[in-house]
């Protein structure tokens, strides 16, 4: 019988997790400082955003247009070493999504960040 006590969550699933609460409560000043390199890339079908600034601006819009979400599940989750990858179910006010994110990781900040929703 295996009594070690269980693992604790990996880093990729911290790093998610506190996504998700940094963006809950609006701290998206310090998700940027916390979790994208100042070099960071986000890529969507509707934009691209380079560096920090930018990606501060991008987060406080979409932050304030998004308003209050709740994350359902959390249907998929998969990491390595330097990725994460998932696809989640959100509620917001104007209805339910499905989101898909992709996060390439170095030093434990995002370098690159792919996101998408249906």
């Known amino acids: 019988m295996n009594t070690a006590p269980a693992a604790g969550p990996t880093p990729g699933r911290q790093f998610y997790d506190e996504q998700i609460v940094l963006l809950q409560q609006g701290r998206t000043d310090e998700l940027v400082a916390a979790h994208y390199a100042e070099e960071a890339v986000l890529v969507s079908f509707a934009q691209v ?3 920090r600034r930018n990606l ?20 998929r989750f998969v ?19 499905r989101v898909y994110d992709a996060f390439v990781l170095r030093d434990g900040r995002a370098t690159h960040h792919f996101a998408g929703s249906i």
Do not use: H, K, P
């Open 56 to 75: 501060l601006d991008f987060f406080r819009s979409y932050r304030a247009n998004l308003g209050d979400f709740e994350v359902r599940t959390l249907d």
């Open 49 to 51: 955003v380079r560096g």
């Open 79 to 97: 990491e390595t070493g330097d990725t994460i990858f998932f696809e989640a179910t959100i509620r917001t006010g104007r209805g339910e999504a």
